[in-house]
């Protein structure tokens, strides 16, 4: 069963433009910050995924539409759902939500790399099927 991981963001004076709204690319930074906190409650911190299991995961690629502006000082809402699951890579669907109204939303591809030669490799296992039994 698919599960909604929620993680909430104030926005700062240094995510706006001159305006006070949310510049586009750093709605990104929102996502990211949701993925590494819904890992972290998954059991899994990054570094200790490079130490130890020695992968690292990368944005393959994203895919934003952007609908409403989030601007200074809103309290906002990032979630991350895992849509899709491969051997070496996870695709999440996530939104920035502000008062139940989506502001935007995307879908990120993850790989994940051997962290010696950058290449894809195998998600390991134990952290595979925690993402296969979150779709």
Known sequence: MKQNFSWPIRVYYEDTDAG???FYANYLRFYERARTEM???M???QD???EQDRVIFVVRSVKVDYFKPARFNEMLQVTALID???P???IFAQQIIRDEITLNRAEIKIACLDVETMRPTT???KLLEQFKHEC
Do not use: H, Q
């Open 20 to 22: 006070g709204v949310v």
């Open 39 to 41: 890992l972290r409650a």
């Open 43 to 45: 059991g899994y911190e």
């Open 48 to 50: 200790a995924l490079i």
């Open 84 to 86: 899709s699951v491969g």
């Open 88 to 90: 070496a890579s996870v």
């Open 123 to 125: 998600i390991p296992e």
